[in-house]
């Protein structure tokens, strides 16, 4: 037999895993290193599966994040040993000494995150590639884009601007094109990303705002519908809130609470009141009705007494949050919360933190119950199953594949996962 007639399978590309903890930047940042893996000849998957390459983009808000990351890169390793590990992210930025001493590691700092698919391939240069096939590139339905990134606020808990750096808007141009680019691959949904994209456009001199960056990627592309959510109360302005008479804009909106004593509002370094916060919640459901307001509070800040915590349910009763995510408080070190003695008990911020969630699901399942009968615009991401563009999951019955297709749905009932209803057209 001739060396040509080999019997031996044909290998195709090289597979890499590019896997994400973390944030939506995250997300975003992972997914452009995909698209760039792409141009240059990679299959990318974005889940754990043996793989020529992986890169970890990781996060390290808490210490438990931290931990996920190590298991993630432990993970990489026994499914593929041999495989080249590159990590970048927030916790290879903040311990990346130690990763350089694991064996074939490969931290790649912030600063550099934009290098780390080149990374990947240079690694891959004496990699067989692998025979299996990845399924269909996540992101098709959605994609993530990178607004800015850093944040100039530094708040006491906050290790972000440590590993990400001041604030750096990206300019409009730049993003309208990039916007542009996902919509004509067939992507319907832009989620706009950033360490603090209410501050989007602070940085810059030529006159850049949140409400400008809207507006051009609302007049500019073709997008199906946009959605910009994380929001400081002290970054609304009339400008910003008159986008959402445009539908496209999703209406939903993540206000990061952190909690609602005043008192820890300002040892926490937050640019507002919970009367202020309050207010917020109120502007954007005047301006933009139904919409969804989630939130994130940390239990147990240093110094939180009870008081503290009730004021917190309290204004959690008045608001209503659709959602709620809750942090027990992590030490971080190289945060100025770190000099504070950390003086609420474990098991408190355990039962805190539990009283929180409880009283949120509660007011999320009150919050999916409202929305029966109503009329809901639902991208769906799986043949059945997607989300409206208040952020709820909605579920459907049909006899053909609805993935990626923007469709109306009448709200008929609620289950364990969210919402269920009837196409409409």
């Known amino acids: 037999m001739s060396r040509n007639a080999s019997t031996e399978p044909t290998r195709s590309a090289p597979l890499v895993a590019t896997l994400t903890l973390g944030c939506k930047l995250n997300q975003a940042e992972t997914q452009q290193a995909a698209r760039e893996l792409q141009r240059l000849g990679c299959l990318t998957v974005d889940r754990p599966t043996p793989a020529d390459a992986f890169l970890i983009n ?28 590159i990590v970048t992210g927030c916790y290879a930025e903040r311990a990346g000494a130690q990763l350089s001493e694991l064996p074939d590691i490969q931290v790649v700092a912030n600063a550099r995150k934009a290098e780390a698919a080149e990374a990947v391939y240079a690694a891959l240069t004496d990699v067989a590639p692998t025979s299996a096939t990845p399924p269909a590139s996540a992101g098709r339905t959605r994609a993530f884009i990178k607004i800015q990134e850093g944040c100039d606020d530094v708040c006491a808990f906050c290790i972000v601007p440590r590993v990400r750096g001041r604030e750096r808007a990206i300019p409009i141009d730049e993003i309208v094109a990039a916007v542009q680019e996902r919509v004509v691959e067939g992507v319907r949904e832009i989620v706009l990303t950033g360490t603090q994209p209410g501050a989007y456009g602070r940085d810059r001199s030529d006159g850049s705002t949140a409400a400008k960056l809207i507006d051009a990627l609302l007049s500019r592309t073709d997008a199906a519908r946009i959605r910009y959510s994380s929001i400081q109360p ?48 109120a502007a954007f459901r005047r301006s933009a009705p ?66 929180l969630r409880e009283l949120g699901a509660r007011h999320r399942r009150r919050a999916l119950e409202s929305e029966i009968g109503s009329l809901q615009s639902v991208l769906f991401e799986t043949p059945d199953t997607g989300l409206s563009d208040t952020y709820l999951p909605c579920r459907v019955e049909s006899d053909h594949d609805l993935t990626n297709q923007l469709r109306s749905v009448r709200v008929t009932e609620v289950d364990h996962s969210g919402l269920v209803g009837e196409l409409l057209r």
């Open 234 to 281: 002290q970054d609304i302005t009339p400008e910003l809130l008159s986008c959402w008479d445009d539908a496209r804009l999703c209406r939903h909106v993540h206000l990061a609470l952190q909690s609602g004593s005043d008192a820890v509002l300002s040892r926490m370094r937050r640019r507002y009141s919970a009367e202020q916060f309050i207010e917020a919640v």
């Open 58 to 85: 990781t996060c390290t808000i808490t210490h438990v994040a931290d931990r996920k990351a190590r298991r993630l890169i432990r993970m990489a390793r026994r499914l593929s040993p041999d495989a080249p590990v």
């Open 290 to 355: 139904g919409v969804s307001v989630t939130t994130d509070i940390i239990a147990g800040f240093p110094g939180e007494t009870e008081d503290d915590h009730t004021a917190t349910l309290a204004l959690m009763r008045e608001v209503q949050f659709t959602d709620v995510h809750v942090f027990p408080y992590s030490s971080r070190p190289g945060t100025s919360a770190a000099l504070l003695s950390d003086d609420v008990p474990a098991e408190v911020k355990r039962r805190r933190a539990a009283e």
